[in-house]
Nanobody
Framework: QVQVVETGGGLVQAGGSVRLSCVVS????????LGWFRQTPGKEREYVAS????????KYADSVKGRFTISRDNAKNTGYLQLNSLKAEDTAVYYC???????????????????WGQGTQVTVSS
């Protein structure tokens, strides 16, 4: 059974940084395409970033491009999302998701991912 666990959220000041981690167990992490999403109350979960199973060129939502960085360490079964230059509007619950996919197009929809973590809250104070 695949488990996905995010850690690293918390309270951070505007302009600050935080790194989120996503540990995947129960299956070889290198088999999975990795995605990060976020959600605020009353809104749909939105795509943040994603990366292929082998690494390579990451993809980002326009709202975070240049500020967030997705990465992965397959040897540690862990994905990461580095959040820099944080803004109040980045406040959300951040979710890690993985799925088996080896295509060339980025996966940006929630229904394209099979396994999800429970989420970690990031709150940016202004």
């Amino acid at each position: 059974q695949v488990q996905v666990v995010e850690t690293g959220g918390g309270l951070v000041q505007a302009g600050g940084s935080v790194r989120l981690s996503c540990v995947v167990s129960g299956r070889t992490f290198s088999d999975y395409y990795l995605g990060w999403f976020r959600q605020t109350p009353g809104k749909e979960r939105e795509y943040v970033a994603s990366m292929k199973s082998s690494g390579g060129v990451p993809k980002y939502a326009d709202s975070v491009k240049g500020r967030f960085t997705i990465s992965r360490d397959n040897a540690k079964n862990t994905g990461y999302l580095q959040l820099n230059s944080l803004k109040a509007e980045d406040t959300a619950v951040y979710y890690c998701a993985v799925t088996e996919y080896w295509g060339s197009q980025p996966l940006r929809m929630t229904n394209e991912y099979l396994h999800w973590g429970q989420g970690t809250q990031v709150t940016v104070s202004s």
